[in-house]
């Protein structure tokens, strides 16, 4: 290989290096333990990787000088790595010195940042597998850029205020009190019904309260799940890393997600009496405790659901009265929009367990008494304004939804959107939805005949084998229970296969045995 390409690849090395220490240090404020971490891995990084690399590409070591224009020098001689605008590493007492930023003195084993900062840190105890796997999953998320905002006045106003910026929920929303900012945590709401006219503001809402997400949550602990089947605006959102899915468009596919929802409500109850916790935050306590992975929140948000029902009242009803009654104990949030909130639209069932109400201008009193328990929906007319009710109120107060704009939306999206994404702890492929039935899956008899040959059986095994969606998966699972295949739920052990392939084999042979005859 050529030694222009060798420069090239290094140099490329080296910048990835660069931005992890960067980023660690604006993680720092964040999050300590991370933020030191970061620095240093990229630390690590920059000093070895472009060792590694020149190693393996030319079976040797170099000693010679490589220059490349005006950015890097490596001398070998002495071990000194010398980037002309960023770093300057002396191998010889082990230090980086990044003349920006940070001093590293591995003497003491300190981390000192010139401003603010100063760390101990093990270096042994950090640069582990698992420390490196942790260190990944944490930051395939980047906060978008806040100066995107500032074509939109009012929530621009919102993200930069110190009362968004010192919330220590990450899924809070603003609105505006005249000059005051009023913060809506999902945490306190849960899920939330939003009635209004065309127009006046209802899907601007669900804007804010997407943007405010993304400004503030990690998709490795909150994911969303979108329906929009009428206007299509969501579909604004595909390929931001926090969605399970692309948004839906599709009113089957609509009812098969909110299905996968309450299978999904149904499965974390098993794991929290597995592990002996009454409901979501108890169960993310323990593993916070114990080092383990925690569990991702879950916001379901629909807009316009008359649209999604279709000829399936019965199927949407079902879902949707299980979600807002069992779904804030396991860590899933329904947003839902409506129109017009009658009770074609939406059961009392199902009103009854949302108890933060919002609306926008409703046509009249009838309709406002039906979202807010009262009137005066009927009298808002300008768009964004709202009269909002939760917990505890009897009069709802009024406050104004921020406009953002669509050109903010994208730039926002577009600079945080990822392609071919992968999901943490919950994957949903498009085929789950599609066949969420209570009937025999097509795959179930293939899944019988890996299960015994391979002896073990669980929704992994089953998602690697057949490459389904974690639902799909765990239909099947439950599918071979009722069969007499497998045991029954067992936590997070695998299931034990009850048939030997032994057994199996001579049930086969007697089967065929019987056709023939």
Not at 66 to 90: F, H, M, T
Request: proline share 2%; with cysteine; glycine share 6%.
């Amino acid at each position: 290989m050529k030694e222009k390409k060798i420069k090239n690849i290094c140099k490329i090395e080296r910048i990835i290096s660069a931005l992890i220490i960067f980023n660690g240090f604006y993680q720092i404020g964040k999050n300590k333990n991370l933020g030191t971490w970061m620095v240093i891995i990229g630390i690590i990084l920059i000093i070895i990787l472009p060792k590694i690399t020149k190693k393996v590409l030319n079976n040797k070591e170099l000693d010679t000088d490589i220059k490349e224009d005006n950015e890097i020098e490596v001398n070998q001689k002495d071990g000194k790595l010398v980037d002309n605008d960023l770093i300057e590493a002396n191998e010889k007492n082990e230090a980086l010195v990044d003349n920006d930023l940070i001093e590293v003195n591995h003497e003491n084993e300190a981390l000192v940042e010139k401003d603010s900062l100063e760390v101990n840190v093990e270096i042994e105890e950090v640069v582990t597998n698992d420390s490196v796997k942790n260190y990944e999953e944490e930051i395939i998320y980047k906060l978008p850029n806040k100066e995107l905002l500032e074509n939109d006045d009012e929530i621009n106003e919102i993200i930069k205020s110190e009362k968004y910026i010192n919330a220590t929920s990450d899924i809070v929303f603003g609105l505006k009190d005249g000059e005051n900012i009023k913060l809506i945590d999902l945490n306190e709401t849960s899920h939330i019904l939003i009635a209004g006219t065309t127009g006046m503001g209802k899907t601007n809402l669900l804007d804010n309260i997407i943007i405010n997400l993304l400004y503030k949550s990690n998709p490795k602990y909150t994911k969303l799940l979108m329906i929009d089947v009428k206007n299509n605006s969501l579909r604004l959102y595909d390929g931001i890393p926090h969605l399970l899915i692309p948004v839906i468009t599709d009113s089957q596919k609509a009812i098969g997600g909110l299905a996968w929802i309450v299978q999904e409500i149904q499965n974390r109850y098993q794991i929290f009496i597995s592990n002996h916790v009454k409901n979501f935050d108890k169960f993310n306590e323990k593993m916070r405790t114990e080092n383990k992975e925690e569990m991702a929140k879950i916001i379901v948000i629909i807009d316009d659901l008359y649209e999604v029902i279709g000829n399936n009242k019965f199927d949407l009803d079902q879902s949707i009265t299980k979600i807002t009654n069992l779904g804030k104990t396991a860590g899933i949030i329904l947003v839902c929009a409506i129109t017009r909130p009658t009770s074609n639209i939406i059961s009392g069932n199902a009103k009854a367990n949302i108890y933060t109400r919002i609306s926008f201008f409703l046509p009249a009193k009838i309709d406002s008494n039906l979202i807010l328990d009262t009137d005066g929906a009927e009298k808002l007319k300008r768009p964004g304004d709202l009269l909002f009710k939760t917990i505890g109120t009897t009069i709802p107060k009024k406050y104004h939804c921020p406009y953002i704009s669509e050109g903010c939306i994208k730039s926002i999206v577009e600079s945080i959107r990822v392609e071919n994404k992968k999901t943490d702890n919950i994957i949903i492929f498009e085929s789950d939805i599609e066949e969420c039935t209570d009937e025999k899956d097509p795959l179930l008899e293939e899944a019988i005949e890996e299960v015994i040959r391979n002896q073990t059986a669980s929704t992994s095994f089953i998602q690697r084998k057949f490459n389904v969606g974690y639902a799909r998966a765990g239909r099947i699972l439950d599918q071979l229970e009722e069969s007499g295949i497998v045991s029954g739920f067992q936590g997070s052990m695998p299931r034990d296969v009850l048939i030997s392939k032994e057994r199996w084999d001579e049930l086969n042979k007697n089967m065929k045995l019987y056709q023939e005859n």
